[in-house]
Nanobody, 126 residues
Framework: QVHLVESGGGLVQAGDSLRLSCAAS????????MAWFRQAPGKEREFVAA????????YYGDSVKGRFTISRSNAKNTVYLQMNSLKSEDTAVYYCAARSAWNSETVYVRSTYVYWGQGTQVTVSS
């Protein structure tokens, strides 16, 4: 069992930056792929970014490419999401997710992730 705890959300202005953290407790070494998704009010949960733990390959949703960066700390079992040039449309609850099976073709697919955090709110005012 892997427990994910997000932190770092808050209220910022358009153009500002924010860094989210996701700490994986009870880490078993089998979590090969971690990701960030987000859900705005009235919308489906959408893929934001993913990282393969071994090798640190990264993947991004089209709406955040060039602005967001996903990274990891092996020592802290933590994944980060650095968000720059924030826009009002980035406002959402951001969720950290993890899975043990690696498949590059499905990193974007929400249903393939087994473990989820509780979410952290990010609000960007224009």
């Amino acid at each position: 069992q892997v427990h994910l705890v997000e932190s770092g959300g808050g209220l910022v202005q358009a153009g500002d930056s924010l860094r989210l953290s996701c700490a994986a407790s009870d880490y078993t070494g089998s979590t090969t792929n971690m990701a960030w998704f987000r859900q705005a009010p009235g919308k489906e949960r959408e893929f934001v970014a993913a990282l393969r733990w071994i090798g640190a390959s990264t993947y991004y949703g089209d709406s955040v490419k060039g602005r967001f960066t996903i990274s990891r700390s092996n020592a802290k079992n933590t994944v980060y999401l650095q968000m720059n040039s924030l826009k009002s449309e980035d406002t959402a609850v951001y969720y950290c997710a993890a899975r043990s099976a690696w498949n590059s073709e499905t990193v974007y697919v929400r249903s393939t992730y087994v473990y989820w955090g509780q979410g952290t709110q990010v609000t960007v005012s224009s």
